[in-house]
């Protein structure tokens, strides 16, 4: 089934407030999809939601609610042909802070998701959005039939998510598919306070206050950076390839970026900024790199954006939108 296909179906985003989920909002609408979004709108400040990712609350087609609500995702999902889940507390740092909120959205929050899914003879297809946190430590190069080894909160949440999805939407015959996405960057992808993710943003971030980037442990970890176009691209060739029944699959670039190399990619369109090496913090993962031969395969699709086009999209839009540098960074940079 191609991506023209979901013209004029009904298709339920979770957490479609986020960068992420409304990006997938956008590409469905654009497609002639019926998107309804439900979203708790907790991760950022309201003008965040509001001026860079265009939340519209008065949207009849826009809910501001839990997941874990009981009841709404039943009321939802019954007049629903598609859902995509990715709802989550999707900050390392943060579950690794509160594991019972990571427990209450990520676990409790996508159980009612699958309740509801599995009960609804309706939808044709659940995607699942799981993260190649799953994979922790490791070989450079993560393939999706690796043993899981998570090594965080949040990793191990997904994993019980996967694992979960597989479960019960399999014993109800309904068919899923998981996406474990490598690390989305892209405008206007805003930075979260005491988060260390994000890399891209965080750089041009700084070195848009004129701050030095901090390269931890001297930026050799690995990152498979995945621009949040094409993430929500493959998000919806997942959710509509007959291969991808049942499945799970890597979306990513299969191209591995060094903290280092961003750095220098990022200090270049601001050619005054200094490097800083900094001590490796405990629990950040040496990283690796997506294999894309199942993602191609299943998927008959691959990622278009490269690094540098992505860093440079990123570097432009900060530039035309200045304002969107979080005022917690502003009083960093004064301290
Ligand atoms: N950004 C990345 O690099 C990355 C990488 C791998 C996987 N993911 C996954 O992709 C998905 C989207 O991530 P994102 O980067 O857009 O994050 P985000 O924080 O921008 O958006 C997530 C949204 O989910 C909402 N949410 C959280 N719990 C909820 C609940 N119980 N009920 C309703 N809404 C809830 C939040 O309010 C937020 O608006 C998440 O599942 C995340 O784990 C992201």
């Known amino acids: 089934m191609s991506l ?3 013209a004029g179906k009904t298709v339920l985003v979770t957490g479609a407030g986020g960068l ?13 999809a019926r998107a309804i979004s439900v979203c708790k709108l907790d991760a950022y400040p309201p003008e965040v939601y509001r001026e860079r990712f265009g939340i519209d609350t008065f949207n009849p087609d826009f809910i501001v609610g839990d997941i874990a609500e009981p009841g709404l995702m039943n009321r939802v999902i019954t007049e629903c042909d598609y859902v995509i889940h990715a ?27 699958l309740d509801a899914v599995a009960a609804s003879p309706r939808v044709q297809r659940m995607v699942f959005v799981s993260s ?4 922790g430590n490791g070989c450079p190069r993560f393939v999706e039939d690796a043993a899981v080894s998570p090594v965080s909160v949040y990793g191990n949440s997904k994993v019980w998510g996967e694992y979960q999805t597989a479960a019960m939407l399999g014993k109800a015959d309904r068919s899923y598919a998981i996406v474990r996405y490598f690390s989305v960057y892209g405008e206007p992808q805003i930075v979260k306070e005491n ?11 700084r070195a848009a206050l004129g701050l030095p980037l901090q390269l931890n442990g001297g930026g050799h970890q690995i990152r498979d950076l995945v621009h949040v176009d094409d ?14 029944h049942n499945k799970t699959v890597n979306i990513g670039t299969g191209t ?12 270049a369109h601001y050619p005054d900024t200094q490097l800083v090496e900094t001590p490796m913090p405990p629990g950040d993962p040496e990283g690796g790199y997506a294999s894309v031969e199942r993602m191609e395969e299943l998927l008959d699709w691959r990622p278009t954006t490269t690094i540098e086009e992505g860093v440079a999209r990123y570097v432009a839009w900060l530039r035309a939108n200045p304002s969107a540098i979080p005022e917690w960074m502003h009083r960093a940079a004064a301290a």
Do not use: K
């Open 4 to 6: 023209e296909q979901l």
């Open 20 to 32: 992420i989920g409304s990006r997938i909002t956008a590409q469905l609408r654009q497609l002639g």
């Open 87 to 113: 709802a989550a507390l999707a900050d390392v740092a943060a579950c690794t802070r509160q594991p019972l909120d990571a427990i209450d959205s990520n676990i409790i929050g996508t159980q009612h998701v």
């Open 132 to 135: 190649a946190s799953v994979y």
């Open 195 to 205: 988060s260390h993710s994000w890399v891209v943003a965080w750089f041009a971030m």
């Open 231 to 244: 993430i929500a691209a493959g998000t919806l060739h997942a959710l509509t390839s007959p291969r991808a």
């Open 256 to 267: 591995g970026t060094s903290i280092r190399q961003v750095a220098e990619l990022v200090g």
